[in-house]
């Protein structure tokens, strides 16, 4: 089974800074997705940006980039120039590459409060 | 297009009763997945279908079961409701299997409260 961990419950960041929040896996999968989804009060999830486990290129949207390590089973989001709108909910999540279905693991979320 | 739509948006129910939700995916969509989403357990995946088949199904009790429809909408529903089964119930939608062009799309959930 696998299993996803955010250590970072809350997090604060100042307006126009840049902030990292964390994600570990746990997989014997080898062909995988991993996603960060944000999902502020209105409650829906929104896709913020999705990597190929494959890949070994880091996924990057606008001011979202990944920091993928596929050894250590570690994947990353930096968020650059922060801003109001990024306050929210961060969710990291799996997803195993196969014919059987498909399902996200996801993990705990981390609350991020951009400051102004 | 129009997105995810999950009826009703809120619902209040007493316990020992039961309850249908009900999703209807983007157009032309045919997987949807079904999530709980509770302060304490967090999200977790309940099932999948894809082309009227559950095609996955997560670690949850025979009282939650779901069904897809040919038009692509599911409906979910839980029998004999518990305390414990407030929350909020979130669908996601996606085109076909996991794949490099695959997005899942979500709705914003019905909050489901038990009391």
């Known amino acids: 089974a696998q299993t996803v961990t955010q250590s970072q419950p809350e997090m604060s960041v100042q307006e126009a800074e840049t902030v990292t929040l964390s994600c570990t896996y746990d997989t014997s999968e080898n062909n995988y997705y991993l996603f960060w989804y944000k999902q502020p009060p209105s409650r829906q999830m929104i896709l913020v940006i999705r990597?190929?486990?494959?890949?070994?290129q880091n996924a990057t949207e606008n001011r979202f980039s990944v920091n993928f390590q596929k050894a250590a089973k570690s994947f990353s989001l930096k968020i650059s120039d922060s801003q109001l709108g990024d306050t929210a909910m961060y969710f990291c999540a799996f997803m195993k590459h196969d014919n059987y279905g498909q399902n996200f693991v996801f993990g705990p979320g981390t609350r991020l409060s951009v400051l102004p | 297009k129009a997105g995810v739509t999950q009826t009703p948006r809120y619902l209040i129910k007493t316990r020992g009763q039961q309850v249908t939700l009900s999703c209807s995916p983007i157009s032309g969509h045919r997987s949807v997945s079904w999530y709980q989403q509770t302060p304490g357990q967090g999200l977790q995946f309940l099932f999948e279908?894809?082309?009227?088949?559950?095609?996955n199904k997560g670690n949850f009790p025979g009282r939650f079961s779901g069904r897809q429809f040919s038009n692509s909408r599911s409906e979910m529903n839980v029998s004999t409701l518990e305390l414990g089964d407030s929350a909020l119930y979130l669908c996601?939608?996606?085109?076909?299997?996991?794949?490099?062009?695959?997005?899942?799309?979500f709705g914003q959930g019905t909050r489901l409260t038990v009391v």
């Open positions: 990597q190929e486990a494959y890949k070994q």
């Open positions: 279908y894809f082309s009227e088949t559950q095609r």
């Open positions: 996601a939608s996606s085109l076909e299997r996991a794949s490099s062009n695959t997005e899942a799309f």
